[in-house]
Structures are given as structure tokens and as C-alpha cells.
């Protein structure tokens, strides 16, 4: 294995780039596989609309407030950005959610899944009223794909420092430096 590497390194060291014209996993790949000799990897920003047809989807935390969970496709190598947008004026706070353990996104906002396998990983979006039918948000992201070279390349690395976490060994950490 070789010495820790930071991901921004490995990123700046490598072609990889945003495509504003994608905006899916499927989309994302044929790009990708059609520009392999070219590109080390690319960026797209995927969203999806939810809205309120029955409220009974709904959830209570312990102080009263309802909540939603949602589980994000598997859809890229890495996963960051990930934005709450009201459309209807509906306030709420995002947390997440591995394996039951919870994580705040000031804290923990990037996911590198070609270096730590999530198992249930969840976003749950707190609501600061009651919705109501025909409440309507956003969850946006930014996903990343590597070419088969690149993901292999950042696999040799035994450690990979990101700026919220350390990724050793198939496994994360929050990085609390």
C-alpha cells in the first residue's frame, strides 16, 4: 500500500471534470466510457423532487418533529453537496444516517463509496412544521465517477484523507483534526 494520499490531491492530479449537460448515473457513464482516454473521471449534479401526496409517510422524532428518510442511489464512486431546497417553503434540516449511527453534514457532508461500503445509509430530512399534501422539495447533489484506472489507482492507497473524513482500510472515520 502506499502512503496516505488527500483525495484533493489525487483530484487535482487527475482530469477529472464537471459536465453540466448530465444529470444521471446512466448518462454519466456513457460519458464516461466514451471519453476514458481522455478524462480520469467527471462531476454531475443530480436532483430529485419529492412531493407530498400522503402524510401518513411520515415520521415523529422524540421531540415532536415529523421527518423522512430517504435512501440515495447508488450511483457513482462519490457523493457530495448534498443540498435540502424548499420549493414550498417548507424549513428543514438534513442529518444522515449509517448503520443507525447518526452524522451531522457540517461534520460529514462527502461520501467516497469506492473506499467504504455504506450499509444503510440514509438521509433523513427534518421538518421544522407539519407538512402538508402537495409540500414539495429538492435533494441535490454532486456525484463523481472515476474511470476504471482512476478507481483503481485511488484503491491502492491504504488511507484517503478528505476534508471531513479519513477513509482507512475499507473503512470510515470522521475526521475530527
Same mark, same amino acid.
Given at each position: ?6 483525495? #484533493? &490531491?489525487?483530484?487535482? =492530479? =487527475? ?21 476514458? +482516454?481522455? @478524462?480520469?473521471?467527471?462531476?454531475? #449534479? ?7 401526496? !400522503?402524510?401518513? @409517510?411520515?415520521? /415523529?422524532?422524540?421531540?415532536?418533529? #415529523?421527518?423522512?428518510? $430517504? ?7 462519490? $457523493? ?13 434540516? /438534513? ?13 460529514? !457532508?462527502?461520501? /467516497?463509496? @469506492?473506499?467504504?461500503? #455504506?450499509?444503510?445509509?440514509?438521509? +433523513?430530512?427534518?421538518?421544522? +412544521? ?8 429538492? $435533494?441535490?447533489?454532486?456525484?463523481? /465517477?472515476? @474511470? ?19 477513509? &482507512? ?5 470522521? =475526521?475530527?483534526?
Amino acid at each position: 500500500m502506499k502512503d496516505p494520499i488527500e483525495l #484533493y &490531491n489525487f483530484i487535482k =492530479n =487527475n482530469k477529472i471534470i464537471h459536465n453540466h449537460n448530465i444529470h444521471s448515473y446512466k448518462e454519466g457513464l456513457a460519458f464516461l466510457v466514451q471519453n476514458q +482516454r481522455t @478524462v480520469d473521471g467527471i462531476t454531475y #449534479y443530480f436532483t430529485n423532487q419529492y412531493s407530498f401526496m !400522503n402524510i401518513d @409517510v411520515l415520521k /415523529l422524532n422524540d421531540i415532536g418533529q #415529523y421527518y423522512y428518510e $430517504i435512501t440515495p442511489e447508488s450511483i457513482g464512486d462519490m $457523493i457530495d453537496e448534498i443540498k435540502y431546497e424548499s420549493i414550498t417553503n417548507l424549513d428543514a434540516k /438534513l442529518i444522515y444516517y449509517i448503520d443507525e449511527i447518526e452524522y451531522q453534514p457540517e461534520c460529514f !457532508n462527502e461520501f /467516497l463509496f @469506492v473506499s467504504a461500503q #455504506y450499509n444503510n445509509f440514509k438521509i +433523513r430530512i427534518t421538518f421544522m +412544521r407539519k407538512p402538508q399534501l402537495d409540500d414539495t422539495f429538492k $435533494i441535490n447533489s454532486r456525484y463523481w /465517477l472515476f @474511470v476504471r484506472k482512476a478507481k483503481l489507482l485511488l484503491e491502492t492507497y491504504d488511507t484517503i484523507i478528505t476534508k471531513y473524513n479519513i477513509y &482507512n482500510g475499507g473503512m470510515c472515520k470522521i =475526521n475530527y483534526m
